[in-house]
């Protein structure tokens, strides 16, 4: 796809097509800081889930 995405917001491009851009490309690493508290909060959370708090955290 050769838009980028302020050409496909300016067109009205369909949900779809926006998605499918911006899962295109490749991967890179991002650090997000949070407090020690909403990390806890958030383990927790996916723990009650079955889930790992990276697993929540990448969905």
């Given at each position: 796809?050769?838009?980028?995405?302020?050409?496909m917001?300016?067109?009205d491009?369909?949900?779809?097509?926006?998605?499918a851009?911006?899962?295109?490309?490749?991967a890179?690493?991002?650090?997000?800081?949070?407090?020690?508290?909403?990390?806890?909060?958030?383990?927790?959370?996916?723990?009650?889930?079955?889930?790992?708090?990276?697993?929540?955290?990448?969905?």
């Amino acid at each position: 796809m050769s838009d980028n995405y302020k050409s496909m917001a300016t067109r009205d491009a369909s949900r779809a097509e926006t998605q499918a851009h911006l899962a295109e490309g490749n991967a890179v690493v991002v650090t997000v800081n949070i407090s020690s508290n909403l990390q806890d909060v958030a383990a927790e959370h996916a723990a009650m889930s079955g889930m790992s708090f990276s697993a929540l955290f990448r969905n």
